[in-house]
């Protein structure tokens, strides 16, 4: 079974400095798909980035980057220069493997969220 | 391009009624997952439908139900209310990319159960 571990409930950073955010999973499958979603309190589940664990290269889009370290099983989400709408919950979620059954398979197990407070 | 819409946005029910929810995904994406959020149990996994086949189930009992349509609209059903069925359930997306899997989510039904 996977799991998806996110060990901060709760994090706090100044606008504009950095800060990680950390996840751990945990998965028998060689191929499977990592992602980092934001969740505003609107509700909505914005994607933020994604990464393959084939990839070679970690993951960047704009001002999110993972810090992906396969080995140690780690998906860490980097937000660089914060800015005070990055307040929200954000989750780590991995993706199975859909391997060879001719279909993708979107059944995404998530963490528990950690909750990021962006000060002025 | 219009996003995943779900509706109703918001909705309260009473112990034992059954509810519908409607999800219409991005036009184009084919497949539609639905999850359940509780602040208990975090974000879990329904099912998910593409072309009108449900491919994937999550581990709730018989009351949650779905189903697809041809226009790949998707809706929910969950039978005989319990108090624990409150939650935000949110419907997802996607392409069926192999690539990047990447699912747009709605804003989400928030159930109350009363």
């Known amino acids: 079974a996977q799991k998806i571990t996110q060990t901060q409930p709760g994090m706090f950073v100044q606008e504009k400095e950095a800060v990680t955010l950390d996840c751990t999973y945990d998965?028998?499958?060689?191929?499977?798909?990592l992602f980092w979603y934001k969740q505003p309190s609107s509700g909505e589940m914005i994607f933020l980035i994604y990464?393959?664990?084939?990839?070679?290269q970690n993951a960047t889009e704009g001002r999110y980057s993972l810090n992906f370290q396969k080995a140690r099983k780690s998906a860490n989400l980097v937000i660089s220069a914060s800015q005070l709408g990055d307040s929200a919950m954000y989750f780590c979620?991995?993706?199975?493997?859909?391997?060879?059954?001719?279909?993708?398979?979107?059944?995404?197990?998530f963490g528990k969220g950690t909750l990021l407070t962006v000060n002025p | 391009k219009a996003g995943v819409t779900q509706t109703p946005r918001y909705l309260i029910k009473t112990r034992g009624q059954q509810v519908t929810l409607s999800c219409s995904p991005i036009?184009?994406?084919?497949?539609v997952s639905w999850y359940q959020q509780t602040p208990g149990q975090g974000l879990q996994f329904l099912f998910e439908?593409?072309?009108?086949?449900?491919?994937n189930k999550g581990n709730f009992p018989g009351r949650f139900s779905g189903r697809q349509f041809s226009n790949s609209r998707s809706e929910m059903n969950v039978s005989t209310l319990e108090l624990g069925d409150s939650a935000l359930y949110l419907c997802?997306?996607?392409?069926?990319?192999?690539?990047?899997?990447?699912?747009?989510f709605g804003e989400g039904s928030r159930l109350t159960v009363l």
């Open positions: 439908y593409f072309s009108e086949t449900q491919r």
């Open positions: 036009s184009g994406h084919r497949s």
């Open positions: 990464q393959g664990s084939y990839d070679e």
């Open positions: 997802a997306s996607s392409l069926n990319s192999p690539n990047t899997g990447e699912l747009f």
């Open positions: 979620a991995m993706r199975e493997d859909p391997g060879n059954s001719g279909g993708s398979n979107y059944k995404l197990t």
């Open positions: 998965t028998s499958d060689q191929s499977y798909g």
